[in-house]
């Protein structure tokens, strides 16, 4: 078995899991008659301390149904350009929607710079797109898992509130930032209207999102899932897995920010490799290769070794830790690396 650190998507259900699923009740969703899923949107409204919330097939799909309902067509979103929103969802509300994006440099901490969120809100112009969203990423994949805290967290609602613009978190792995930095997870949502979590990444969950916010938000999220396709029908046999994920998935968090510690300590020790491992705060690791190196190529030489990374442009390679992966399986990691990169030791 390869040791697989491309992502935390790779969890498996776990068999507590599989028997949620074998045994769930179910009702056809989009009549609104699946009790488990109405049981887990119950459940994961009142974890983040919002109204209600809607189940959905992924990230993705949480976080366009969310801008959508946000915004118009002609809108303006403020997010960072390293965000996964403006990245990696293929454009979604530009295509879908007629929303415009409008990037900020994502500081390296993850956050943006309050400052440059307040000059780039549109004065009310003719020529200008209306802005009407600001977005988080918590944590942050891209900066490295980096984690926003309660009080930026807050300062981005209120500056969001004086100026009358919604807000929205892409908190994929919100339990991760929650867990990393000892809070209840509603510090992290309360100042924000909506967000999105994803019970398929470090909650191990098969599949599955979930989108919170309130009441008259979410009824109208629903709308948008609709048109997007996404209601589905006996969806409890999926929801049952992501209940078990929330009451059993969360506390164990804390083991995969330890390991992935520890993957960065004992990568940052090769010549090859620029990582300071103070700044892996939850389950990511991205380090940079010195640049003598093809990343494609010592991606590809650590998969021969058994050992599956994600390689980014700009000579990154990302490892993420989860659930499948233990302190001996980063042990065995951490040898490959070594064996891989020791050619280049000066
Ligand atoms: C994975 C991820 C998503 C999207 O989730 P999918 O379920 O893969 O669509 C959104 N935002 C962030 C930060 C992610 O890491």
């Known amino acids: 078995m390869p040791i697989d650190l491309r992502s935390d998507t790779v969890t498996h259900p776990t068999p507590t899991m599989r028997r949620a699923m074998y045994e769930a009740e179910v ?7 699946d009790p488990t899923v109405n049981r887990l949107e119950a459940m994961a409204a009142e974890r983040v301390g919002k109204e209600a919330a809607l189940f959905l097939t992924s990230g ?9 309902t946000h915004c118009g067509r002609g809108d303006e979103i403020i997010l960072g350009d390293q965000a996964h929103t403006f990245l990696s969802e293929a454009g979604a509300p530009a295509v879908l929607g007629g929303i415009t994006p409008r990037p900020l440099r994502n500081q390296r901490d993850g956050t943006l710079d309050l400052a440059d969120i307040e000059a780039a809100i549109r004065p009310d112009n003719v020529h200008f797109p209306k802005t009407r969203l600001i977005t988080l990423e918590n944590t942050h994949n891209q900066c490295g898992g980096r984690v926003l805290s309660p009080a930026y967290t807050a300062a981005v609602g209120g500056l969001a509130r004086r100026h009358g613009l919604r807000t929205h978190l892409d908190g994929a792995r919100l339990f991760n930032a929650a867990v990393a930095l000892g809070v209840p997870v509603t510090a992290l949502t309360a100042p924000l209207d909506s967000v999105q979590f994803c019970l398929s990444k470090g909650l191990s969950a098969p599949v599955g999102s979930i989108l919170a916010g309130p009441s008259d938000f979410i009824h109208e999220a629903r709308r948008t899932r609709k048109i997007l396709g996404g209601g589905a029908r006996q969806a409890g046999v999926i929801a049952a897995a992501g209940i078990v994920a929330l009451n059993e998935m969360v506390h164990r968090l804390a083991e995969d920010h330890a390991n992935a510690r520890r993957l960065a300590e004992g990568l940052a020790e090769l010549p090859a490799v620029i990582l300071d491992p103070s700044t892996v705060e939850t389950n990511i690791v991205i380090l940079q290769l010195t640049d003598d190196l093809d990343v494609y190529e010592v991606a590809e030489r650590l998969r021969g070794d058994g050992v599956l990374v994600s390689a980014f442009y700009g000579a990154r390679i990302r490892a993420v830790t989860h659930y499948g992966i233990t ?15 020791a050619p280049v030791r000066a």
């Open 327 to 341: 302190t001996a399986d980063i042990d065995a990691a951490l040898r490959v690396f070594r064996a891989v990169l």
């Open 27 to 33: 009702g056809d969703d989009v009549y609104g008659e």
């Open 60 to 68: 993705t799909q949480g976080n366009v149904v969310a801008m959508l």
